[in-house]
C-alpha cells in the first residue's frame, strides 16, 4: 500500500497537472448527478438511479452510441460502447475486485445478471464516479435494473449469425393494480462458437415493483440460467518464449466428451423508503449461485513452433460457489438553496461459500494443434477430495457529499471493513483476516461556465478472483488484498451536447500470477499510471460519436523483479488502446442509419517475464439499423459484422496462454415492440 505522505503528494501532483491535459478527449457521464438545486421538501426522494434507456417497450430504440454519457463503457441491452469493459477498467478487473453495485447497492456476483433483468450497466470512473458516495479502486460496475412500468409492454428479439447461432429474447412488462407492476422475460441462445464450441443456454427472469404510495417501493427479482452444452476448447500453453501456431478456425480441438454445464441463479430485493422530511432509507439483499457440472480445462502445452505438443484434459466434480450479500444505506438530505448536503451511513455485507478441487487428470499424449484432435473415449474419472472456501465481511461506513450549484461539489467518506477467509480440506483449515480503515476523498470545482476539474482519492479491501485454469493451483480462492486509487482531471461542456473528459490516475495493488512452480501468487505489486480521454455526444442532428483513448504505464515492483525472475511489466499489460464508435443517420433516408466501431491496442505482454507479447491489433465492427412499422409497432432490423477484415491473431487467457482471436461473423436480428 502506499505510505500516507507520498500518497498525497503525488494526489496533489495529478491535481496540478490535469489542466494540462484538458485537450485529450473524455466526456462525463449521464447519470452524474449535476450540482442543481434540491427539489421541492414536499417531492418524493424516492428516485431510482438515473439509467439510459433500454426499458421493455422500447428495445427497438438501444444505441449504445447515441445513449453513452461518455467513453468509458456503457451497455445498453445488447448493444455495447466505450473504452473499458466491467472485465477491465485501467488495467483491472473491477468485477472480480467486486465492485459491483445493483442500482447503486452493494452486490458481490458470482455471475452476473443477464440483460433479461439488467437494462443498462455503466462503469463509473473518473468524474462519472462523482455522486457515489462510496467510490472504489478501478472503478464502479452500477447495474441498472429493468423496472416495470405502469404501462403493459412487450419486446421480442429473434436473430441469428453466420456461424449458425440462434437467438431468442422476451421481455414484457404488465400492471396488476394501481401499486403493483410485474416484468418477465425468457431467452435461449444456441451459441457456436468459432472454435467450434457450443454454448446452449435458456434462461428466465422475473421482477415485480411494488408501491403502495410515493414513499415506498419494494422490488423483487430473480434470473435463471441453465447452460445445458458447454464445450471446453483448448488453451495453448507454449513452453518456451515463443508464440503457438493459430489453431485452424471452426474446429473444435478436443475430446467430445470434454463438455459439461452449469446453472446459473441471481435473486433479490430491493426496498427504498422515505421515511420522513430529507430522510431516504435503501436496502438490498442479493443472492448470486453458480453450480457448475463436470467443468473440464483443455489445455496444450505446446514444445514446438510447428503446433507439436502434449494435450492433458482436468476435469472437475461438481463445483458449488454462492454469495449472500447486501447493503442498508441511510441518508440525510438537507437543501439550502443552490447547496445540498447529504450524510449516508451505510452497512455492507456478505457471506460466500465455495466448494473446489478434486480434479482428475486424464493425459491425451503427444498432439500437433494444426492436425485432428485425438479421438479416445472417455475415461473413468477419479475424484479427489474437495477443498471449502467461507469468506464473511462486513463494512461499516459513513460520507459526506455537497454540492453548490455553480461552484462544486465534495464527497468524503470513512469505512471499517471486517474480513474474515477460512479456505482448506475439511480438519485442515487455513486461516485470513483483515480489518483495514478505509477512507474516499472526491471534489469538483466550477473553474468556468461548462469547465470543471476533479480529483480524488480512494482505497479498498478487494477480492483478487480464483486461480485460473491453467495453474497448479486452479479454482484456489486468493486472499483479499489492499489497493488505492487516486485521479485527476477536467470534464469540458463543448455545446450542443458534446461533453469532454480527460484525466490522469494511478492504482496500486498487490500483483498476482503464475511463480516458478505454475501456482498463481503474489509475485509483488503492480502500479497503473495512465492518460485517459474520451468525447462524446451529437457532432450534427446526424452523426454522433463515442471516442476514447488511454495511454497506460504499468510496472511491477518487488523482490522478484530486483531478481529478475518477475518482468518489469505486469501480463496483460497494453500501453495505448483507442476505441471510436459512430452513428450516422442520414437524413434522406429516414429510419435507416449506419454504424461503425473501430478498436485499437498495442502489444499485449503475454509472459511473467516479459519476453512474449501478443501484438498489436486494430479490430473494425460494422453495421446498420433499419427502423420501420410491423403491424403497427416499432421494429428494428439489426445487421452488424464484427472484425470486419477478419483480422488473425490471439486472445491471451493467463500468462502464456493463448486461444484464438474469433474471426469475421455476421449477425441480424429484428426487434419488435409492443
Avoid: C
Avoid at 137 to 159: E, F, K, M, N, Y
Avoid at 231 to 240: A, E, L, T, W, Y
Avoid at 302 to 313: A, K, L, V, Y
Avoid at 522 to 545: F, Q, Y
Amino acid at each position: 500500500m502506499t505510505g500516507g505522505t507520498s500518497h498525497w503528494a503525488r494526489f496533489a501532483a495529478l491535481l496540478l497537472a490535469a489542466p494540462a491535459f484538458a485537450a485529450q478527449p473524455v466526456p462525463p457521464n449521464d447519470s452524474t448527478p449535476p450540482p442543481a438545486e434540491a427539489p421541492p421538501a414536499d417531492e418524493p426522494d424516492i428516485t431510482p438511479p438515473e439509467q439510459a434507456v433500454a426499458a421493455t417497450g422500447s428495445r427497438s430504440a438501444e444505441n449504445a452510441v447515441r445513449q453513452a454519457g461518455d467513453a468509458f463503457g456503457t451497455s445498453i441491452g445488447r448493444e455495447v460502447s466505450g473504452l473499458y469493459s466491467r472485465e477491465r477498467v485501467r488495467g483491472f478487473s473491477p468485477v472480480v475486485a467486486g465492485n459491483v453495485r445493483i442500482d447503486g447497492l452493494y452486490f458481490d456476483p458470482i455471475v452476473t445478471p443477464s440483460s433479461r433483468l439488467v437494462r443498462a450497466t455503466t462503469i463509473r470512473v473518473g468524474p462519472s464516479a462523482l455522486g457515489s458516495p462510496f467510490p472504489a479502486p478501478t472503478g464502479i460496475v452500477d447495474l441498472g435494473l429493468r423496472r416495470p412500468g405502469r404501462d403493459a409492454a412487450a419486446s421480442v428479439l429473434i436473430g441469428y449469425n453466420t456461424w449458425h447461432t440462434p437467438t431468442a429474447e422476451f421481455d414484457a412488462t404488465l400492471p396488476i393494480s394501481s401499486t403493483l407492476s410485474i416484468g418477465f422475460g425468457a431467452g435461449l441462445q444456441l451459441e457456436n462458437g468459432f472454435n467450434k464450441t457450443r454454448d446452449h443456454s435458456y434462461e428466465g427472469a422475473f421482477i415485480a415493483e411494488w408501491k403502495p404510495s410515493d414513499r415506498f417501493s419494494l422490488l423483487p427479482f430473480i434470473n435463471v440460467r441453465d447452460t445445458l452444452i458447454d464445450d471446453h476448447g483448448p488453451n495453448s500453453i507454449p513452453q518456451g518464449n515463443f508464440l503457438p501456431p493459430r489453431l485452424p478456425r471452426r474446429q473444435f480441438f478436443g475430446p467430445w466428451w470434454s463438455r459439461g454445464g452449469d446453472v446459473e441463479l441471481n435473486a433479490g430485493v430491493i426496498s427504498d423508503w422515505t421515511i420522513g422530511e430529507g430522510w431516504l432509507l435503501r436496502a438490498g439483499l442479493f443472492r448470486s449461485q453458480r453450480v457448475v457440472t463436470d467443468q473440464f480445462a483443455n489445455i496444450v502445452r505446446i514444445t514446438s513452433p510447428d503446433g507439436t505438443g502434449n494435450q492433458r484434459i482436468t476435469g472437475d466434480p461438481t463445483l458449488y460457489n454462492g454469495a449472500t450479500s447486501g447493503e442498508v444505506r441511510l441518508t440525510r438530505r438537507i437543501a439550502e438553496g443552490p447547496r445540498l448536503h447529504q450524510v449516508h451511513l451505510t452497512l455492507r455485507g456478505r457471506q460466500t461459500y465455495r466448494r473446489f478441487d478434486g480434479s482428475a487428470v486424464v493425459n491425451l499424449g503427444t498432439v500437433n494443434i494444426l492436425t485432428r484432435a485425438p479421438d479416445v473415449p472417455p475415461p473413468a474419472l477419479n475424484f479427489g477430495p474437495q477443498q471449502e472456501d467461507n469468506v464473511r465481511q462486513w463494512t461499516g461506513g459513513i460520507a459526506y457529499e455537497g454540492r453548490w450549484a455553480g461552484v462544486g461539489e465534495v464527497s468524503v467518506g470513512l469505512q471499517k471493513s471486517d474480513y474474515s477467509k477460512r479456505i482448506g480440506f475439511p480438519g485442515a483449515i487455513n486461516g485470513i483476516d483483515a480489518s483495514p480503515w478505509l477512507y474516499n476523498v472526491t471534489a469538483s470545482a466550477q473553474i468556468a461556465p461548462g469547465f470543471t476539474v476533479y480529483g480524488g482519492a480512494v482505497t479498498g479491501l478487494e477480492e483478487s478472483g480464483v486461480a485460473p485454469n491453467i495453474a497448479a493451483n486452479r479454482n484456489e480462492a486468493l486472499p483479499a488484498i489492499q489497493t488505492s486509487q487516486i485521479d485527476a482531471g477536467v470534464r469540458i461542456d463543448l455545446g450542443g451536447g458534446m461533453r469532454l473528459v480527460a484525466g490522469l490516475f494511478e492504482v496500486s495493488k498487490p500483483y498476482f500470477n503464475l511463480d516458478a512452480n505454475g501456482r498463481f501468487d503474489v509475485l509483488g505489486d503492480v502500479i497503473n499510471r495512465g492518460v485517459e480521454a474520451s468525447i462524446a455526444g451529437p457532432i450534427t442532428e446526424e452523426l454522433s460519436i463515442v471516442a476514447g483513448a488511454v495511454l497506460l504505464r504499468p510496472e511491477v515492483t518487488g523482490d522478484a523483479v530486483t531478481r529478475g525472475l518477475v518482468g518489469r511489466l505486469p501480463v496483460g499489460a497494453i500501453s495505448e488502446r483507442v476505441d471510436v464508435s459512430a452513428d450516422w443517420r442520414p437524413g434522406f433516408a429516414p429510419g435507416l442509419s449506419f454504424d461503425m466501431r473501430l478498436s485499437y491496442r498495442s502489444p499485449e505482454i503475454a509472459t511473467v517475464n516479459n519476453l512474449v507479447s501478443v501484438p498489436t491489433r486494430t479490430l473494425i465492427d460494422l453495421g446498420g439499423r433499419y427502423r420501420f412499422k410491423l403491424a403497427g409497432n416499432d421494429a428494428v432490423l439489426r445487421i452488424q459484422a464484427t472484425n470486419l477484415f477478419d483480422q488473425q491473431g490471439y486472445d491471451l487467457r493467463g500468462a502464456n496462454a493463448y486461444t484464438v482471436l474469433p474471426g469475421r461473423v455476421t449477425q441480424a436480428y429484428l426487434t419488435v415492440d409492443f
